[in-house]
């Protein structure tokens, strides 16, 4: 369904004959869409009522423009005007990657609106990429080694064109196979055609790029989504302090290539590998590290770890992702 606030027009994905119960909103990462959701909602236990939302420019939502330099906030206002559009009191907020941050930012400024928290392999509350320590201590004022110009640019153009091949490492198809999964899923088309609804630009992604005269060279712009998570836009420091504090559930992949304290998306884990050279010894982003530093400062969260999958667990393992979500549910 389509639903209109005054920010834009979003799309929301429902499930047939689930329109009472518990609201459970779910917000998709990155190069993605709410269809990634599919079998998540129609695997919910009765008593709930599932929902999906595309994010500003991806899947069906308006492609309205990202202003990176307020955060994810452009996304989470985006969710909390839809919260109240559609009446929704006590929400189930799962966000996973991306919507990860952008549900912790929701929560941040209106915990009264949200009844629990799920994060699914969650961006650090400190941004992707730029940061050092369990802290996330910017490396760079300026965030060099974050933003639009940390993206492969073969990858962005062969996501602008559509392309569905594998004939390149670096074509969506090849990525989602490499780095969204660890294990090969069914019904593999689905997801790329959502991740195809990606809108490519300055004001989408990956954003517009900026050059910098220290290593890696590039420092986020102030368009798009990847500079909206560059830590010197995004950076949640005082997430422990609101109330109330609805319990959040974690739940993540133990081998994660996006996501991880070596993620092969940082540059400066990248520089550290040889694969970017002239790396003066930057350290890797500790994502994983951050985000337990948060949470275990916020007070009410569980940490659940499931071996031998990716980025994606919803997708690589979804019996254990509904049964970690169902008791989540449940206990709130």
């Known amino acids: 369904m389509k639903i209109t606030t005054p920010r834009l027009t979003q799309h929301v994905l429902t499930a047939e004959g689930r329109d009472t119960g518990e609201p459970v909103l779910f917000v998709h990462g990155n190069v993605s869409s709410a ?7 129609a695997a919910l236990p009765e008593g709930y009522r599932p929902l999906a939302v595309d994010l500003r420019g991806f899947g069906e939502t308006d492609p309205e423009p990202v202003d990176a330099t307020r955060g994810l906030r452009d996304y989470s206002d985006d969710v909390l005007e839809l919260i109240g559009e559609l009446g929704l009191d006590g929400v189930h ?6 919507g990860g941050g952008v549900v912790l930012q929701a929560l941040r400024d209106r915990p009264a609106a949200v009844k629990s928290v799920t994060l699914v392999n969650p961006i650090s509350p400190y941004g992707f990429g730029g940061t050092e320590g369990t802290e996330g201590r910017l490396t760079h004022t300026d965030g060099t080694g974050s933003g639009a110009g940390a993206a492969n640019p073969d990858f962005v153009a062969r996501l602008k064109a559509g392309d569905m091949s594998d004939e390149s490492p670096t074509s969506p198809r090849s990525v989602f196979r490499s780095a969204y999964v660890k ?5 593999e088309d689905f997801y790329l055609r959502s991740m195809l609804t990606t809108r ?13 005269g220290t290593w890696p060279h590039v420092a986020p712009g102030k368009h798009g989504v990847l500079n909206a998570a560059a830590p010197v836009h995004f950076r949640l420091d005082d997430l422990h302090e609101i109330d109330p504090k609805p319990p959040i559930l974690w739940i993540r992949g133990a081998d994660d290539l996006i996501v991880s304290d070596t993620s092969l998306f ?7 590998l040889g694969v970017v050279p002239g790396s003066p010894g930057t350290p890797a982003q500790p994502m994983v590290a951050q985000t337990r ?4 400062r916020y007070g009410p969260y569980r940490e659940a770890v499931i071996e031998d999958c990716g980025h994606s667990p919803h997708l690589e393992h979804p019996a254990e992702f509904r049964r ?9």
């Open 35 to 41: 269809a990634f959701w599919r079998d998540s909602m």
């Open 93 to 98: 907020l799962v966000g996973w990657s991306l």
């Open 183 to 187: 294990n090969a899923v069914t019904d």
């Open 324 to 332: 970690l979500l169902a008791e989540h549910l449940r206990e709130t």
């Open 266 to 272: 940082d540059l400066a884990h990248l520089g550290a």
């Open 200 to 212: 490519v630009g300055e004001a989408h992604y990956p954003g517009d790029g900026a050059a910098s």
């Open 293 to 296: 530093t948060v949470l275990e």
